[in-house]
């Protein structure tokens, strides 16, 4: 690390003026395709024009996973090219840089969904200088943090601005925590990490907290960064708010963000320079693995295929050059694994602090860590200083209770919850979710992983399951950790009584029914009972790091081991694809016979590698007229393919690939298929 910091100790570094101009016009982002397009011929709409402003507006939307194959400015042509509004896409390319706006408005939870930083790095080449907003998400909003793209959600501002008023850089900073604040004001993480190397910063210390602690307060508290420059690690107690840096345990990112951060690390630290303790990094070649096989004929012609190959290129020499372990792809195709599954499989540790360049870095958070997902900003600078700011959120206590019935799994749990007032009007925004209750505690460590991951669709900070025995015995069966060490590393990892939690949300297991997430939305849960009409699907979808786990395919394998035992197969006309979320995954399946189980019952198999998930592979959809029903974590418009998405639980997709449509699972109601 001192090659490192020697190098910035005498970089200079500015700090923003104390009033800004903003130069451009106001965007609104509405839900009127029309009212979009006359903006975009150059026609300005007043702040009380009266069009209802989107809502939910997710980063697929500002920039599709397609967009994100440039890691450089030409980004900067492509925001919003995603958004929907109706059934139109009404921005194109250059739309936003050729109509010289400067601000970008929208309603409640903006930049919802993927962590990708790409979406403020394009905004912010366009043009953008300022997003104003209801409410943002968080990584969305700490990578405009990050980025130096200003945010806002008070929208008199807006009015301020455009009658050419210099604003005050406070109203960007008012309400955030001191750390918060000087980054803003130092015009992004990087040149405030410069400032901060030099001394030229104010870091609040460690507040400490009297009274019961979350396991989340614990975990923080021992990571804690109390004074770099002696390398001071760690206090006793910590309160929530307390913001600061705090030491990783483990920093990973895929071939989607290690290009343009590695590209970060060049351009502002300096050729020839060393990341600092590369063995605590880990690198993945999981996203695009299947690329060409999902890649439209139009995206072809445009030479995207090329482009993207450049992510995979990059990654490699920033592997190579840094001695960073990089699982990539295998010689069977695909990949070594979906890098949460790895991460889960082979390095979390309870207790632990990790973070992760993608949204559902929360995944690991079954083995009782703290693991959170940031920005490229926020893993490029990782990469200089070990650490990593945040602040100690407020914890949201889930309590699912009572005794779960058959055919209830996690997914149906977590699909119940996204659908509870609480999570859809945004307010667990940038909580933490600590899972709980008997019904939790019942779920074996993959199926935990599904609630944990999916606190990523909740907008939360992250999620966790206080460590049991079952941990210990996960840990031990599939890592051959030794037993005492691992409940040495348990020791203490749970919640205090009398612990302070900002909500509690109640989830009756027993009363619930199989439920499936109609298209749009993670949070459009209803019971599989009340759909008004057959729903006919085409595409049945298996996979993911949220369903390509070893539990998960146990539940695949139950519904299609019935279906074959009565002489049903997948329904003609449908596909069925089911994908491993690691290799180990695989070879388990190998062991249980599934792989054989899988081919005769009408599925086909793909290697490891995040595909569909993220419209990238086998499994996507290729119209807007196909429906599709998948186990993945999230259906945002676009998010796999033009076409209609609902999200459903394991054994409801494998049953819905048996019926043709969407079914709740029902061993007679299966058998009796063979007659229909």
């Known amino acids: 690390m001192s090659g490192l910091v020697d190098t910035l100790r005498n970089r200079e570094v500015h700090r923003r003026r104390d009033e800004i101009s903003v130069e451009g016009r106001v965007l609104f982002l509405v839900d009127d395709p029309e009212a979009i397009e006359r903006q975009l011929a150059g026609e300005d709409f007043p702040t009380g024009h009266g069009i209802p402003l989107r809502d939910d507006i997710s980063t697929d939307e500002i920039t599709p996973s397609w967009v994100c194959y440039y890691f450089d400015e030409t980004l900067g042509d492509f925001p919003y090219v995603g958004f929907r509004a109706g059934e139109k896409f009404p921005i194109g390319r250059c739309s936003v ?41 968080r990584i969305y909003q700490q990578n405009c943090d990050n980025l130096g793209l200003l945010t806002c959600t008070d929208f008199s501002v807006i009015d301020r601005i455009t009658s050419g008023e210099s604003i005050p850089l406070s109203v960007f900073t008012d309400g955030k925590d001191a750390v918060t604040r000087q980054i803003i004001e130092w015009g992004g993480l990087f ?43 760690g206090c006793d107690d910590i309160a929530v708010g307390d913001a600061g840096f705090f030491r990783t345990d483990l920093r990973f990112s895929h071939e989607y963000v290690t290009p343009m951060a590695a590209s970060f690390f060049e351009q502002k630290v300096g050729p020839g320079q060393s990341v600092n303790d590369p063995h605590s990094i880990v690198l993945f070649r999981d996203h695009l693995t299947f690329l060409a096989m999902a890649m439209t004929p139009e995206r072809r012609a445009q030479g995207l295929l090329e482009v993207a190959d450049q992510l995979r290129i990059k990654q490699e020499e920033f592997s190579r050059e840094q001695g960073i372990k990089l699982h990539g792809e295998t010689e069977h195709g695909g990949s070594e694994a979906i890098c949460h599954s790895k991460i889960l499989q082979d390095y979390a540790l309870p207790g632990q602090l990790i973070v992760g360049s993608d949204s559902h870095t929360p995944h690991s958070g079954a083995v009782g860590c703290v693991a959170f997902g940031v920005g490229t900003t926020a893993i490029f600078n990782s990469w200089i200083t070990r650490d990593v700011y945040s602040y100690v959120p407020e914890t949201v206590r889930v309590e699912v209770h009572g005794i779960r019935p058959a055919g209830i799994t996690a997914k149906d749990m977590m699909l119940a919850i996204l659908r509870t007032d609480y999570v859809r009007d945004g307010h667990a925004i940038g909580k933490m979710v600590e899972y709980c209750g008997e019904a939790v505690e019942a779920l074996g460590i993959d199926e935990r992983a599904t609630m944990t991951n999916m606190a990523a ?146 599925a086909q198999l793909i290697e490891p590698s995040c595909g569909a998930c993220i419209n990238a592979g086998p499994g996507v959809s290729r119209s807007p007229d196909q429906v599709s029903i998948s186990a993945i974590n999230r259906n945002f418009p676009g998010r796999s393919g033009p076409g209609q998405m609902y999200l459903a639980s394991p054994i409801t997709v494998a049953a819905s690939a048996l019926a043709g449509r969407i079914v709740a699972y029902d061993p007679d109601a299966i058998a009796a298929l063979k007659d229909s």
């Open 191 to 233: 040149e405030f990490n410069v400032a901060r190397i030099q001394g030229k910063v104010d870091l609040p210390a460690p507040g400490g907290a009297d009274g019961p602690q979350t396991i989340t307060q614990k975990v923080f508290a021992r990571s804690r960064v109390v004074d770099l420059a002696v390398g001071k690690i």
């Open 457 to 602: 669709e909740v907008g939360a900070f992250s999620g966790i399951v206080a460590p049991d025995d079952k941990t210990v015995d996960y840990l031990v069966s599939e890592r051959g950790l030794d037993p005492s060490e691992v409940k040495e590393m348990c020791s203490g990892l749970f919640s205090d009584p009398g612990a302070q939690y900002c909500h509690e949300i109640k989830i009756d297991v027993a009363a619930l029914e199989p439920l499936v997430a109609l298209p749009g939305d993670p949070g459009n849960g209803v019971e599989i009972s009340s759909l008004e009409e057959e729903v006919a699907i085409e595409i049945a979808y298996g996979g993911s790091c949220t369903a390509g786990k070893k539990e998960d395919m146990d539940m695949y394998a139950e519904v299609l081991r019935h279906g074959l035992e009565h002489g049903v197969r997948v329904k003609e006309g449908v596909e069925f694809w089911i994908q491993f979320g690691s290799q180990e995954v695989k070879q388990y399946c190998h062991e249980m016979g599934y792989l054989e189980l899988f081919e005769n019952a009408g």
């Open 97 to 137: 840089k050729e109509g010289g706006f400067g601000v970008s408005v929208s309603g409640k939870r903006r930049g919802k969904g993927s962590s990708r930083e790409a979406s403020p790095y394009a905004e912010l080449c366009a043009g953008i200088q300022v997003v104003v907003a209801e409410n943002i998400e």
